[in-house]
C-alpha cells in the first residue's frame, strides 16, 4: 500500500521497532500529561505502591540492598517485607536521575509517572514480534491496538503504578515471544530467561511459569526437533533462577519459606531446568518413549517437592488459620470471578474466550506443522489464563494478555474481509463492528449501556469516598502539620500511605508475613478498650488515628459491634483517650494516648 511514494506495508515489516517505540512515546506523553495532577501529588493509591516507594527510599538512603524490612511499621523491629529489589532499580534510577536537576520530592513523583511506561513498552515489543511470527510480519499494529483495549492489563502500566505487576506481565509477554519463536534455541532461551525474571520478582505467576515450561515441554514430546528449545529452557531456567537469587533475595528469603524465590522454590527451578536438559540429552526417537521419561521428570519434580517441603503444600503464604479467616479471605482480587460484579466481570473474561476462539482457528488453519504447533501452544496457555479465572480474579491482567494473539488472528482474517466488500456502509461500519468484536471493546459498551449492573449503593459511596479522602495528599500533608513525628496506631490499610507521606510511623500493613502486626491491629479494634491499650504501649504508639468509614473499618463493626472501635464510632471515647484538635473538614479523629505509670 503506496501514499505518495511511501510504501506503508514494508514500513510495518522492516521498520517495526521504531514505530512501536513511536507509538509507546506517544501512550507514554498522553498519559503523562493526562495523569500529571496525581503524579504531582503523588497518589499512590494502591498500597504496595507506596510501600514500594518506601522500598526505594531506604535503598537510596543507605539501606543494607540485602534488608527490605521497613522500619517505619511496626517499631522497632520493622516490618519483612518478602519482595526483591529488581524492581526497585528502574525507580532509583529515575530518581538519582532527575534529583540534581528538580530536587528529591519532585524526583520521585517523574519516577512514579515513568517508571511504569518501562515495562510498558517491553511488552508492546515482545507482543508484537509474537504476533509477526504467529500472523504476518504487517500484523502487529493489531496486537498493539488489542492490548491497548485489555483494561485490566493496561491498568498494571499507568503513571504511579509503580509495584511489580506491571514488569511481570512484561516478563510473560516474552515468554509468549519465545513460544511463538521459530528460531528455537533462541526461544527457549527467551522462555527460561522471561520465567526465571517474573519469579525473581514474585510467585504471583508462578503458575504461569509453570505452564509455559510444561508447553515446552509438551511440543519436545509431539516434536524431537524441538530439543534445541527444551534444552535452552532448561539452562536458563535454573541459571537464571540462581542468578536472581543470588543477585535480589533478600536476607529473609534465605529463609525455608513459600511465598518468594527462597531456596525452596530455587532448589525446585534448578531441579527442574535440570531435569529438562537431561531429557533435551537423551532425546529419545520414540514419542511414548519421550512422554514417558517426562512424565517421570514431572514426577520427580513434585514428589521432591512435596517430601522436602510438606509446609508449602498448602497457601504458600503460610499464615494462621485466624489471619487467614479475618485478612486473607477477604482480599477482593483472591476470590473467583464468578464470585465478583457482572461490571467487573464481563469485561474482564470477553477477552480471555476470545484469544481461545481465534488461536482454536488459527490452528485449524495453520497451513505449517510449525504453525500448527505454535497456536497450539499459544491457545493452550490462553485457555489455562481463562481457567485461572476461575480461582482468583487477580489474574485478570494475564489473561487478557495472552489472549491478544488469538484475537490479533481474527481481527486480521476477518476485519479485511469486510474492507474488500462494495458498499461502503459494509466496509466502513462492518470492519469497525468486526473489530470491536475480535477485539473485546464491545464488552464496555454492554456494561456501560445495558441495566445489568445496580450503581454503588449510598453506603459504598461512603466508604469509597473516605478511602480517598484519608489518603489524600492533603489529609497526610495535615497530619504533618499538626503533630511533629510520631508514632501513630491506625488501620493496616491506611499504614504504607502514612509513612510514605509523613514523617510518622505506623503499625501494620497487608503484607502476610507480618501475621502479628495484622492482628494485633485487629485485635485492638475490635477488642475491649482497655486491651487496645495494652496492644498500643508494646509499640510505643503515641496517637490514635483512625479514618471513620474507611472500607476496613466495617470490618471491625461488623465482627464486634461493641468493640473498642465500634465504641469510638458511636461517639463512646475513654478518658485515657485525648482529642486532638484538627483542621475543618479533616476526615480523621485524633487522639493522644495516655498510659498508666510504671
Known amino acids: 500500500m503506496r501514499f505518495a511514494g511511501f510504501d506503508l506495508e514494508r514500513e510495518l515489516r522492516t521498520r517495526w521497532v521504531r514505530w512501536t517505540l513511536l507509538i509507546w512515546a506517544a501512550i507514554a506523553l498522553w498519559y503523562l500529561w493526562y495523569r500529571w495532577a496525581p503524579i504531582n501529588a503523588l497518589s499512590l493509591s494502591d498500597t504496595d505502591d507506596n510501600m514500594r516507594m518506601m522500598q526505594v527510599r531506604g535503598l537510596l538512603a543507605g539501606q543494607d540492598w540485602y534488608d527490605l524490612r521497613q522500619y517505619r511499621l511496626s517499631p522497632p523491629q520493622g516490618l519483612d517485607i518478602h519482595w526483591s529489589r529488581l524492581v526497585d532499580l528502574p525507580i532509583a534510577g529515575l530518581i538519582l536521575l532527575f534529583q540534581p536537576f528538580v ?19 517491553v511488552t508492546m515489543l515482545a507482543m508484537g514480534a509474537a504476533v509477526r511470527r504467529l500472523i504476518a510480519p504487517a500484523a502487529w499494529p493489531l496486537a498493539i491496538l488489542i492490548l491497548l483495549g485489555c483494561t485490566a492489563t493496561m491498568a498494571q502500566y499507568v503513571p504511579l503504578r ?39 520478582i514474585g510467585l504471583e505467576l508462578l503458575p504461569f511459569c509453570a505452564m509455559a515450561g510444561a508447553i515446552v515441554t509438551l511440543r519436545w514430546i509431539w516434536d524431537r526437533d524441538e530439543m534445541p528449545r527444551m534444552r535452552a529452557y532448561g539452562l536458563t ?9 543470588v543477585l535480589f533475595a533478600s536476607n529473609a528469603n534465605y529463609a525455608m519459606r513459600c511465598d518468594a524465590l527462597t531456596p525452596v522454590w530455587l ?16 532425546n529419545p526417537a520414540s514419542r511414548l518413549v519421550r512422554l514417558g521419561i517426562a512424565a517421570a521428570a514431572g514426577g520427580i519434580v513434585v514428589g521432591g517437592f512435596a517430601g522436602l517441603f510438606p509446609q508449602c503444600l498448602q497457601r ?21 470471578i464468578y464470585k465478583h460484579s457482572f461490571g467487573m466481570a464481563f469485561p474482564m473474561a470477553v477477552l480471555p474466550v476470545i484469544g481461545i476462539v481465534g488461536a482454536g482457528f488459527a490452528a485449524w488453519r495453520a497451513k505449517t506443522a510449525d504453525q500448527l504447533v505454535a497456536w497450539v501452544a499459544i491457545g493452550l496457555f490462553t485457555a489455562f489464563a481463562g481457567a485461572m479465572l476461575l480461582w482468583q480474579v487477580r489474574v485478570g491482567p494475564a489473561a487478557q494478555l495472552l489472549a491478544v494473539p488469538g484475537a490479533a488472528w481474527l481481527a486480521w482474517t476477518i476485519v479485511p474481509w469486510f474492507l474488500r466488500q462494495r458498499w461502503m456502509a459494509v466496509r466502513v461500519l462492518g470492519s469497525v463492528a468486526a473489530f470491536l468484536l475480535v477485539s473485546g471493546l464491545f464488552a464496555g459498551f454492554v456494561v456501560k449501556y445495558l441495566p445489568v449492573s445496580d450503581p454503588p449503593s449510598k453506603y459504598r459511596s461512603t466508604v469509597n469516598r473516605a478511602n480517598n479522602r484519608c489518603a489524600s495528599s492533603a489529609a497526610m ?69 483512625v479514618c471513620p468509614n474507611m472500607a476496613e473499618t466495617t470490618v471491625y463493626r461488623a465482627r464486634k459491634k461493641d468493640g473498642f472501635y465500634g465504641q469510638l464510632a458511636k461517639g463512646t471515647v475513654p478518658d485515657w483517650l485525648e482529642p486532638v484538635p484538627l483542621p475543618k473538614g479533616a476526615p480523621y479523629r485524633l487522639w493522644r494516648i495516655r498510659y498508666d505509670p510504671r
Open 103 to 121: 530536587g528529591t520530592a519532585m524526583a520521585e513523583r517523574l519516577a512514579a509517572g515513568i517508571a511504569p511506561l518501562f515495562p510498558l513498552a
Open 162 to 200: 509503580i509495584d511489580h505487576h506491571g514488569w511481570q506481565l512484561a516478563f510473560l509477554a516474552l515468554a509468549v515471544m519465545g513460544i511463538a519463536d521459530p528460531q528455537r534455541t533462541r526461544g527457549g532461551l527467551t522462555v527460561g530467561l522471561a520465567s526465571a525474571g517474573s519469579l525473581t
Open 237 to 245: 531456567l535454573a541459571g537464571g533462577s540462581s542468578a536472581g537469587f
Open 267 to 282: 532448589s525446585v527451578m534448578v531441579a527442574a531446568g535440570a531435569l529438562v536438559v537431561v531429557l533435551s540429552l537423551l
Open 316 to 336: 504458600p503464604e503460610g499464615v494462621s488459620d485466624e489471619l487467614a479467616k479475618t485478612w486473607l479471605n477477604n482480599v477482593r482480587e483472591a476470590r473467583p
Open 477 to 545: 500533608r495535615m497530619l504533618d502539620r499538626t503533630l511533629p513525628p510520631s508514632t501513630l496506631f491506625t488501620h493496616v490499610d491506611l499504614g504504607p500511605r502514612l509513612i510514605v507521606m509523613t514523617r510518622h510511623k505506623g503499625i501494620a500493613g497487608p503484607y502476610h508475613r507480618n501475621e502479628r502486626a495484622i492482628l494485633d491491629v485487629h485485635h485492638a479494634f475490635t477488642g475491649e478498650p482497655e486491651a487496645f491499650r495494652g496492644i498500643a504501649r508494646r509499640y510505643g504508639a503515641q496517637y490514635l488515628l
